[in-house]
């Protein structure tokens, strides 16, 4: 018999990160970074389950020690460095599934180095995408300068405008753009396959100093710079 639950936080931590080696419990200001994400999703209370997918058992025991789950162990197939997200929730979904006969309504990917997230934001994520009846939703943070003028540089430093329409005007006067913010996805699990963006994806916008990609050392300590500016002030 299958149980049918709410809310799945899946938290997507392979072990070989290789621009940043061990980098999913490598130590962030006193404890290993996916365990903000584990505390995080927990503390949130939006989850009727927190799990991690992991092909590596020394992260499978760091995950276990924070709080979280690791009902299995994900496949070599999905362990490269071509797997998608998609291809892991999609997995890990049917796991569930046909292993452990648990299904979920909604399921949240938390990536593992998002030490700057807080559980409101996994909350007005969620709600939002009930509301608007979202396929999905992620947030967003705004480019720091406009896109619009953007440069191209060729041969020996010769530089033109992308757009040169926009060369002389105001900054202000251009439209506004976003990136995701690459830390997390709400996905009505029913609609898994289509991905974390589909055209019926939402999104809410977080402040720059709650965002860092992190695929160096120097965005290493940009984080740990953010995270205390937030939390030690």
Known sequence: MKSI???LALIPARGGSKRIPRKNIKDFLGKPIIAY????????GLFDEVMVSTDDNEIAEVAK????????IRSAENSTDL???????IEVLGNYKYILKKEFKFVCCIYPAA???EPQDLIAGYNLLCEEKFHSLFPVVSFSYPIWRGLERGVRGLTKMLWPEN????????????????????LDASMAHEGV??????????????VQDID?????KMAEMKYKMRHEA
């Open 5 to 7: 639950m709410s809310n």
């Open 37 to 44: 994400s584990i505390e995080t999703a927990l503390h949130s």
């Open 65 to 72: 020690k924070f709080g979280a789950q690791v009902p299995f």
């Open 83 to 89: 797997a998608t997200t998609t291809d892991v929730i």
């Open 115 to 117: 030490p700057l997230i």
């Open 167 to 186: 060369l002389n005007k105001r900054t202000q006067d251009l439209k506004k753009v976003f990136h995701d913010a690459g830390q997390w996805y709400w």
């Open 197 to 210: 963006f589909s055209n019926k994806t939402g999104t809410i916008i977080v402040s720059e100093l709650r």
């Open 216 to 220: 160096n050392l120097e965005d290493w």
